[in-house]
T-cell receptor, first 110, second 112 residues
Framework: TQLLEQSPQFLSIQEGENLTVYCNSSSVFSSLQWYRQEPGEGPVLLVTVVTGGEVKKLKRLTFQFGDARKDSSLHITAAQPGDTGLYLCAGLYNFNKFYFGSGTKLNVKP | GAGVSQSPSNKVTEKGKDVELRCDPISGHTALYWYRQRLGQGLEFLIYFQGNSAPDKSGLPSDRFSAERTGESVSTLTIQRTQQEDSAVYLC??????????FGPGTRLTVT
């Protein structure tokens, strides 16, 4: 059973399009992180959100933490081929352990 | 400074053999995690070490899997009597408490 559900599982879009990836749970998390992973490498942290309703922007990426701290979204504006990768959300549960979502594999075609 | 390192980077083993995977965390990081990642999928939590506390082993899939950590340094993940379904990338991460996790490049295990 996956504590965090990510959708969509796969996404293939053209360069310049916008996209949103969702991370949902029935559990409340102390904080939530988004990672990006490229083939053959470990995940790299993009952002950590802590407060319910929090919105963080990182260049063309916008991250939002739900008011109830059960869900999060990642929005990419004007996607570029360099954004291609596996996007993973990870929730910190009980201030103790991280649970990862199943991942969204993004392919941005030039 | 050095990041998290893992060895070997690739391991091919025959079914039934034991394997040992090593993780060297970032110096000073009190927390260490092991995850398993099947091809193109998310990370499956295996085990978590935090300082001198008893490790959280709740994610280990069977008693063939075990892990040790010496103080706040190197950790080894051992898989006994490997099976084909153990084939995956095994990732190690370290962190200061429950903040950002820094991941190693992983060990790709193939059981033939």
């Amino acid at each position: 059973t996956q504590l965090l559900e990510q959708s969509p599982q796969f996404l293939s879009i053209q360069e310049g399009e916008n996209l949103t990836v969702y991370c949902n749970s029935s559990s409340v998390f102390s904080s939530l992180q988004w990672y990006r992973q490229e083939p053959g490498e470990g995940p790299v942290l993009l952002v950590t959100v802590v407060t319910g309703g929090e919105v963080k922007k990182l260049k063309r990426l916008t991250f939002q933490f739900g008011d109830a701290r059960k869900d999060s979204s990642l929005h990419i504006t004007a996607a570029q081929p360099g954004d291609t990768g596996l996007y993973l959300c990870a929730g910190l549960y009980n201030f103790n352990k991280f649970y990862f979502g199943s991942g969204t594999k993004l392919n941005v075609k030039p | 400074g050095a990041g998290v390192s893992q060895s070997p980077s690739n391991k091919v083993t025959e079914k039934g053999k034991d394997v040992e995977l090593r993780c060297d965390p970032i110096s000073g990081h009190t927390a260490l995690y092991w995850y398993r990642q099947r091809l193109g999928q998310g990370l499956e939590f295996l085990i978590y070490f935090q300082g001198n506390s008893a490790p959280d082993k709740s994610g280990l899939p069977s008693d063939r899997f075990s892990a040790e950590r010496t103080g706040e340094s190197v950790s080894t993940l051992t898989i006994q009597r490997t099976q084909q379904e153990d084939s995956a990338v095994y990732l190690c991460a370290s962190s200061v408490g429950t903040f950002e996790q820094y991941f190693g490049p992983g060990t790709r295990l193939t059981v033939t």
